[in-house]
């Protein structure tokens, strides 16, 4: 199935692996409330409250960090997918 998010979403795939190297979590949130995926599609460009739109940020293929309890998610092939905002996207990790 092809995705095309329309303007300022992404969708993520959860990816399920091992902790190790940088853990981001606000101070106050438990442990299992921040998740590392990986984007599978982005919308092109967002925009802004002015009404300008602005290129995005998060790419096809980026690994981000992001909440886990969000609105929505949807099962793809047995895989768990989450669409976000850009903004709801905490981090992206450099590879």
């Known amino acids: 199935m092809e995705i095309e998010p329309l ?7 959860h990816v399920e692996e091992e902790q190790k ?6 101070a106050n949130a438990r442990e299992d409330t921040v998740w590392k995926g990986e984007v599978v599609a982005a919308s092109a460009e ?3 409250e002015s009404g ?6 998060v790419k096809k293929g980026d690994t981000v960090v992001y909440n886990k309890f969000t609105r929505a998610w949807f099962m793809e092939e047995g895989v768990e ?6 903004d709801e996207v905490i981090a992206i990790i450099e590879k």
């Open 21 to 26: 190297g940088l853990i981001v979590r606000p």
């Open 46 to 48: 967002r925009m802004l």
């Open 81 to 86: 997918h989450t669409p976000l905002k850009e």
């Open 7 to 13: 303007m300022g979403w992404v969708i993520v795939k």
């Open 52 to 57: 300008t739109k602005v290129p995005m940020r």
